[in-house]
Structure formats: structure tokens, C-alpha cells
């Protein structure tokens, strides 16, 4: 090679792009995963303890269990009537505090306020749809399936 500074400058270049590339790798796997592994945990490790637990640990007779299936029926029961009394309620209050706002404002605002309130609405079906429907399938290339 008749100019070393330009080997030389290839190698550092090849150099600085795979520290690069190696760097972003690890912060990926260890920063950002572990965060999601502490999100994951923080919501797993506090459950009330499900019938089959119960089961083992308290040594339950099957009467026991039998009596215990049907609190936990009952109750679900009362939650979900709780559950639908809370969103009646909270409908109420959200109506209230729209007409109150409303009341404050002049036409032109009221019509960019309701303007504001059905995107806000879209997005929220938008992320309702996304949520039920689960993550995004990923598509195969036709070479990958065999």
C-alpha cells in the first residue's frame, strides 16, 4: 500500500462502526430488557394466591375448596357489578365536567373543542384495537418458509 494513513484510516472506521454496533446491542439487552423484566415483575409478584395454592399450602379438603370456588364466584359477581356502577358513575362526572367547560367557552372554541375531544377519541379506539387485537404479527419472507 503506497498511503499508510489511508489503511489506517479504513481500520478505525471499521473499528468505530462495530464498537458502535456492539454498544447498541448491549444497551439494548442489558438497559432496556431489564427494564421491561422490572415492569414485568413489579406487576407479577403481587397476586392473591389462586385455589390451587391455596390448595397445597393450607392441605384444603375438597369440601374446603368446593366452599372457596363458590366465594370466589360470588365475589366476582360483586365486582363486576362494582366495576359497572364505577364506569356509570365516572360517565356522569366526565359529562358533567365537558357541559361545565363548554359553558365557559365561546361557539368558535366549542367547535375546536369538540374537534379536540374526537381525536382524542379516535386514539383512544385506535389503542383499544391495538391492545385487543395483541402486538403486530411479524410478516415471513417467502424464503423463510420452508
Known sequence: MKNPYKFWMIISLVTVFAAGTLCGILIENIILEKREHNRRERRDNVRFPT???????LELTSEQQEQIREIFR??????????????????????QIMDEIRGVLNDTQKEKFQAMIDRYHSERRKQFESRRNGPPKEKKDKGDQK
Open 51 to 57: 385455589l390451587e395454592t391455596m390448595a397445597l399450602e
Open 74 to 95: 360470588q365475589n366476582d359477581e360483586r365486582l363486576r357489578s362494582l366495576h359497572k356502577d364505577i364506569r356509570v358513575e365516572f360517565r356522569k362526572l366526565r359529562t
